[in-house]
């Protein structure tokens, strides 16, 4: 499989994105469209909708054989490759049954108070699931609600 991508082009995933920030309510949607794989990496579109602190993009994403924890930091910001702190396995409730996941935290120390973020990855291709941010201005969560990858689904 080391020169097999795990996503093919027309793969995508769909998180719902629900809390709050500030007074201000959350509640949509971030579609992840992978438009492009070739040789060495991914070209996926971010498409949010209902959420205010999302703008739609384009990135590109290396393809790095079985791992794909770059993806986390269009939800969380940082990637479980390079950042944060492994807090151990989990059992996590997903539209797709019980998965034992890995959940990573990272906390930024930041002048109006600490910002809490998790990912919680599969421990094979280090995918994210879900991720929580939580600060003094609110929580936001991110969980896996819909997509059209069978190993997501049947893992």
Partial sequence: MADEALLKKGDHVIYSVIGNVGTAQVQ????????????????????????????????????????????????????????????????VPTKFGDRTLVRYQRIEVKDDGNVQTEQFVDPVHNFPYAARMSGSSGEVQFGIMETNIAWIKEA
């Fill in 28 to 91: 949509g949607i971030m579609a992840l469209k992978v438009v492009k794989v070739k040789k060495g990496e991914y070209l996926v579109d971010v498409l949010p909708k209902g959420v205010p602190f999302l703008k739609r993009a384009r990135l590109t994403f290396p393809i790095d054989e079985m791992n794909l924890a770059d993806i986390g930091g269009v939800l969380a910001g940082w990637s479980v490759r390079a950042d944060g702190t492994r807090m151990g396995e989990e059992v």
